[in-house]
């Protein structure tokens, strides 16, 4: 049986995906940079992929990231 997601994490992910910003991310969510990032990675944990590139000045998303960018945004659109 399988968890369901934690929608904090799917949050952050969702601000990352838009905005290609951890700190940009952090200040739509009123949280701090540390706490998205570590939100994002609980995230690819549970999920057993990585969503997102880290590599670089700008964050990307991974195939595993676009593919499933879709329902975080609209889950968080609501």
Same mark, same amino acid.
């Given at each position: 049986?399988?968890?369901? !997601?934690? /929608?904090?994490? +799917?949050? @952050? *992910? #969702? #601000?990352? &995906? $838009? $905005? +290609? %910003? *951890? /700190?940009? &991310?952090?200040?739509? =969510? *009123? !949280? /701090?940079? %540390? #706490?998205?990032?570590? @939100? !994002?990675?609980? +995230?690819?944990?549970?999920?057993? @992929?990585? =969503?997102?590139?880290?590599?670089?000045?700008?964050?990307? =998303? /991974?195939? &595993?990231?676009?593919?499933?960018?879709?329902?975080? $945004?609209? %889950?968080?659109?609501?």
């Amino acid at each position: 049986m399988h968890k369901p !997601l934690d /929608t904090r994490q +799917l949050a @952050a *992910f #969702a #601000a990352v &995906a $838009r $905005r +290609l %910003s *951890f /700190t940009q &991310a952090a200040k739509d =969510l *009123f !949280l /701090t940079q %540390s #706490a998205v990032s570590h @939100a !994002l990675k609980a +995230l690819e944990d549970d999920v057993g @992929a990585r =969503l997102i590139e880290r590599s670089g000045r700008q964050p990307q =998303l /991974t195939p &595993a990231g676009r593919s499933c960018c879709g329902a975080p $945004r609209r %889950s968080c659109a609501r």
